[in-house]
């Protein structure tokens, strides 16, 4: 059983607000670094610095679609994710 933040935030001396925001700005932090790094990983593999430069080198054949295409779509989605953590964390702050 987890204990409750209230109790954590008392052992603490802290709010639970507080501890509650500092607690959820550092996991957005840790997911926004692991999102990054996941992020330079593409750029270095395809030497791209967007999806868009990635997909005009697939075009053009400037690589070879297979897994670059995959890979693509995977840092879209990336990019859309570290989108939506630098929104929440802009609610939070």
Known sequence: M????????QELNIA??????????AYLTNEMRLVEMDIRDIQ???????PQELRQKI???QIYSHPA???MIEWE???????MLLKI???IS
């Open 44 to 50: 270095d593999r395809y030497r791209s610095r967007t």
């Open 16 to 25: 639970p607000e507080t501890l509650w925001k500092e607690s959820l700005l």
């Open 2 to 9: 987890l204990p409750e933040i209230k109790d954590i935030a």
């Open 69 to 71: 295409w995959e890979e």
């Open 77 to 83: 989605n990336l990019v859309a994710h570290q989108s």
């Open 89 to 91: 964390q802009r609610e």
């Open 59 to 61: 075009e053009s054949n």
